[in-house]
């Protein structure tokens, strides 16, 4: 079944960088555009990214354009988010989920991780 | 300041029906279809309804969701102590070029 587990979280000072990591099993990793979300304590839910199955296409939320990146190693089926310039309001668990099997329904977040908790602080 | 605005919270008592709305615009929900997320306490976001209307395998059939214009709803019916939890809808934006989740609403169970 599908197993997504997240690491390289912690604790980082504000302006530093971090590189969030997604180990998938259980599908074929390559077939299926991935996402990074993110929950602040006690907050809803924000869409951070999404790649596209290949990795030739990304698109970012506003408010991490330009310091985050996505990017994914097909050969090692992990996914990866590079956050540069982290903000204290960008503490969160940050959870990478994975696009659904449902052919022609669109890109979405359908299965998802346990997360992995970034702290933004000095 | 999401796109997608919901009820802070509802509440009914066992075995009621309870709605959730979801009102967007039309580079959202008028667009694009709607999907729907369920968070117990402390766990892991669960998807419970997709492309409007549809319920992924395992979801029980008490969850429902439908769309109108700039609009959609989730509905609970036979309301059980289980069904406690935050709910938030969500789609593609394509103003925004990105995927957005709504203010989300916990339902509470009297």
């Known amino acids: 079944q599908v197993q997504l587990v997240e690491s390289g979280g912690g604790v980082v000072q504000p302006g530093r960088s971090l590189r969030l990591s997604c180990a998938a099993s259980?599908?074929?990793?390559?077939?299926?555009?991935m996402h990074w979300v993110r929950q602040a304590p006690g907050k809803g839910l924000e869409w951070v990214a999404v790649i596209s199955y290949d990795g030739s296409n990304e698109y970012y939320a506003d408010s991490v354009k330009g310091r985050f990146t996505i990017s994914r190693d097909n050969s090692q089926n992990t996914l990866y988010l590079q956050m540069n310039s982290l903000r204290p309001e960008e503490t969160a668990v940050y959870y990478c989920?994975?696009?659904?099997?449902?052919?022609?329904?669109?890109?979405?977040?359908?299965?998802w991780g346990q997360g992995t908790l970034v702290t933004v602080s000095s | 300041q999401s796109v997608l605005t919901q009820p802070p919270s509802v509440s009914a008592a066992p075995r009621q029906r309870v709605t959730i709305s979801c009102s967007g615009s039309s580079s959202n929900i008028g667009n694009n279809a709607v999907n729907w997320y369920q968070q117990l306490p402390g766990k892991t976001p669960k998807l419970l309804i997709y492309y409007d209307d549809l319920l992924p395998s395992g979801v029980s059939h008490r969850f429902s969701g439908s769309k109108s214009g700039t609009s959609a709803s989730l509905a609970i019916s036979g309301l059980q102590s289980e069904d406690e939890a935050d709910y938030y809808c969500?789609?593609?934006?394509?103003?925004?070029?990105?995927?957005?989740f709504g203010t989300g609403t916990k339902v509470t169970v009297l």
């Open positions: 989920a994975k696009d659904p099997p449902y052919h022609g329904t669109g890109s979405y977040p359908e299965s």
């Open positions: 969500a789609t593609w934006d394509d103003s925004l070029n990105g995927y957005v």
């Open positions: 259980g599908f074929t990793f390559s077939g299926y555009g």
